[in-house]
C-alpha cells in the first residue's frame, strides 16, 4: 500500500537530487569496495533458463523470459545475481579475503508497486571469497558493521553537501535473530515486528531468515540454494518520513554442501541438485563465500529523504499513481 506522508514537501530539487543521487553512489561503492577488498566487475543482464543460475527469491515470482533467435533454448532476465557471483569468483580465480561487486538492474514484474518497491529493481551486489573457518556469526556481524559504516559515510557526504537534509544515520547495528523476534513479539505479524525493533534500535541487523520459526511460520522467504538460513539476514533501517522499517540489504554466508542439500530436502527441491552450479557447490568445486545486494534506489530514497523510490528512479507506475503522487507532492521522474 503507497503511503503518502502528510505536507510532503521534497528538500531537493529534481536537478539536485539528480546531483545528489551521483554524490550517495560514489561515496557509497568506492567505500564499500575499499573496506570489504572489492574488484568492480561486469555483469549479466540475461542468463539461460538451462543453467539454473538465476536467482529463485522467494520461489514463487516469475521470470522475464524469451527465446532467441540464434541459440536454443530460453533466456531470463536476472531477478539478482546471487549464484552468478560465486560461479564468477571461480571462473575469475580469485581467493580467500578477495571479492567483486557490480551493478545488478533486475525486472521484477510480480513486485507489487508502491513506495517501496518498483518493477525495475537496482542494487549493488557483491560477493567474497571465505575460508571455512570464518562461516560463522562472529564474521558475518563483523561484515555487516563495514556494510553500515559505508552507509554512515555516504550520509555524512551527502549532507555535507546539502545541509538541509536532516536524515542521521546510526552507525551502531543491534543484532537479533528472527526466533528472538518472535519470541518477543508473538502476536505481531513479522513486518509489525521488524517496524518495532527497528524503530528502538534504529540500525538493525535480523538474522537468520528462510527457515520455520518454533511458530511454524516463516519470517521470510528465501531461496535455499544461496544463503545459508543459519548464517544469513537483513540489514534495516528506521525511516522516519514513512514511518517504517526499511530494507537496505539482504545478506549473508552462502551455502556449502551440507548446508545446500539441507535446504534444498526441506523444501521439496532436491531435484536442483542435478544442476551445474549445485554440482559445484556439492563438489566443493565452488569456494566458500559470503554476499549480498545492496539497494541503490532503495539508500538514495533514504538518505535524501524521498517519500517515494520512483523520484529517484525511472520505472513504470500506473497512472492512477503517478497522479495521486502529484497532488501529494511527489514527482516521479
Known sequence: MTVYPKGYQSSLSQKQTQKAIKTVKDTFQNTLAKTLE???ITAPLIVTKASGINDDLNGVERKVHFTMKNVPGEAEVVQSLAKWKRQALYRYGYKPG????????????DDDTDNLHSMFVDQWDWCKVITKEQRNIEYLKETVQKIVGAIYESNKKVREQYPVLSFDMKEEVFFITTQELEDMYPDLTAKER???ITKEHKTIFLMQIGGKLKSGEKHDGRAPDYDDWSLNGDILVWNDLLECAFELSSMGIRVDAESLHAQLKEENLL????FDFHKCILDNTYPLTIGGGIGQSRLCMLLLQKAHI?????SIWSDEMREECKKQNIILL
Open 38 to 40: 572489492l574488484d568492480r
Open 194 to 196: 521488524e517496524n518495532e
Open 310 to 314: 520512483g523520484e529517484v528512479q525511472c
Open 98 to 109: 578477495e571479492g567483486i561487486y557490480t551493478d545488478m538492474n533486475a525486472i521484477r514484474r
Open 271 to 274: 531435484e536442483r541438485e542435478e
